[in-house]
């Protein structure tokens, strides 16, 4: 191995970050080298140690999952912040600023204002959303309604006429999405093609909602409110275009801006928002009601068993029973929880895995031992515990941190219990959203405007593409006497 020096130093106690990260920067000057974001990058979602930069040509593997800027307790790695981008919107009048907020943002913003973990602030965040500026503000749940809709459909297609595309892996995560392109892409085929809910409720925004209210789309500026740094990047990806393509108008994005939990807290502090005071108000109509299913997409197991209720219906045409609608077995925060689903005279094996470094032993267990047929449908979330645990939530103390996401998860799935609809088929509005615009799942516009696609980016690893920690040399397990070619 020939000599290199990279120009990232203290590898062995940092991760490396590049300038040019749309999710994640990295202040040197905070830095204290205390590893606590290397080991979080390294074992908890096992990217860093598992490529080497001189493979690389010095160029960071990130998956902008944002896990090392929710453990830094120095500031020293932070989420992009786009708020700024966002104030100038609101006061260009120009622009109608549209919100959409994900399930689990309602969760945990209470948090950074002294209330409990898991503090149920839906409200309240819709009600802050607006004295900030906004002209309307949707629920992302909404959007999860529709990826149901679709991603369901997809498993009851691939179950009777492409069993070769089985399992099917959730493809939501953003994150998730950029590891399985970088590391591994024979798994490609097996991502469903459906968008995440944001990337789904975005380019409807721009169109049929547009449409509908008669504003130019070209005005519209569209934000996301997420748990998630991943989101920012997703929103960038060329394929995220398909309102520009609907109005033909090429420079159009279908989300314009994503700003994080943490940002938005911290916004509303700097505006001098009384928080625990403000009135609880609704979302606004069109997007603004949605299925319990929806509302536990934010916890890992939740995309899984909403998908599960909504593939009942298709395949029996009825409501799932009762008994079938809680699937507890996939609920809870361990990283790989297994069941088997019965599914007509069928028995459908059924994955639910959150962490990155449990999601690489699971296919590589997967793959020795031939398993990949033994799975009809695998739900992947890349931070630990799914978007309750993104890497912009709160912050917590880390003695914490299961406590707070274990509250975040049973919030949701409390709220869910109290919703009168609890399975995507089942919401009104996705219903008239068909009937008015979309035909119905999988349709051609369905299709263009829901569904997207995936590349193989494992060149980015260069020719060094199977490192692991103890051939990476700036990894702490690295073994001297191993050869890297």
Not at 181 to 202: D, G, N, Q, V
Not at 208 to 232: L, M, R
Not at 468 to 483: G, N, V
Request: with cysteine.
């Amino acid at each position: 191995m020939s000599d290199f020096e990279s120009r990232f130093k203290e590898l062995n106690r940092r991760v490396a970050i590049d300038e040019h990260n749309a999710s994640v920067h990295f202040d040197v000057e905070k830095c204290k080298n205390c590893t606590m974001c290397r080991r979080q990058c390294a074992s908890t979602m096992s990217v860093t140690d598992y490529y080497y930069l001189q493979s690389t040509g010095d160029v960071p593997i990130c998956v902008h999952c944002g896990q090392c800027s929710a453990i830094c307790p120095f500031g020293a790695t932070t989420a992009v912040s786009s708020v700024e981008d966002v104030k100038a919107a609101i006061a260009d009048k120009n622009y109608t600023v549209i919100f959409q907020t994900a399930p689990a943002v309602r969760v945990s913003l209470g948090e950074s204002f002294g209330m409990p973990f898991g503090t149920f602030v839906e409200g309240k965040m819709v009600a802050a959303l607006r004295a900030l500026g906004a002209d309307y503000v949707f629920d992302t749940c909404t959007g999860a309604d529709l990826t149901i809709m679709e991603e369901a459909s997809e498993l009851v297609h691939r179950l009777e006429y492409e069993k070769d595309l089985l399992p099917q892996f959730t493809s939501c995560c953003p994150a998730w999405v950029e590891f399985a392109e970088i590391f591994f892409p024979e798994m490609i085929p097996h991502l469903s093609t459906s968008k995440s809910p944001i990337s789904m409720l975005a380019p409807m925004i721009k169109t049929y909602f547009a449409k509908n209210k008669q504003i130019d789309p070209s005005k519209i500026v569209s934000v996301c409110v997420t748990p998630c740094t991943a989101k920012k990047t997703e929103i960038l990806r060329p394929e995220m275009n398909a309102s520009a393509q609907f109005w033909d108008i090429p420079s159009m994005r279908d989300t314009d801006l994503c700003i994080t939990t943490r940002e938005l807290a911290n916004w509303i502090k700097e505006s001098g928002i009384d928080f625990a005071s403000l009135q609880e108000e609704a979302y606004d109509d069109v997007f603004g009601k949605a299925s319990g299913s929806g509302i536990i997409f934010g916890s890992t197991g939740g995309v899984m068993e909403s998908a599960l209720r909504t593939a009942y219906y298709l395949k029996n045409g009825e409501t799932a029973p009762a008994d079938f609608m809680e699937f507890k077995p996939i609920r809870g925060l361990n990283g790989v929880k297994e069941a088997e689903v019965p599914y007509g005279n069928k028995i459908l094996h059924v994955a639910a895995v959150n962490g990155l470094s449990n999601v690489r032993l699971f296919i590589h267990e997967m793959e020795e031992d031939i398993m990949l047929g033994h799975y009809s449908f695998i739900e992947v979330m890349a931070c630990p515990g799914g978007c309750i645990g993104g890497g912009g939530q709160p912050h917590t103390k880390l003695p914490q941190t299961n406590a707070a996401k274990q509250s975040r998860s049973d919030s949701l799935y409390k709220r869910d219990l109290e919703c009168s609809i609890r399975s995507s088929w089942q919401n009104p509005d996705i219903k008239k959203l068909y009937s008015e615009f979309l035909m119905s799942p999988l349709s051609p516009i369905a299709e263009s405007m829901l569904h997207t696609s995936f590349k193989n980016k494992h060149y980015r690893l260069g020719s060094m593409d199977d490192i692991t920690p103890q051939t990476c040399p700036t990894s702490p397990q690295y073994k001297e006497d191993t050869i890297i070619k």
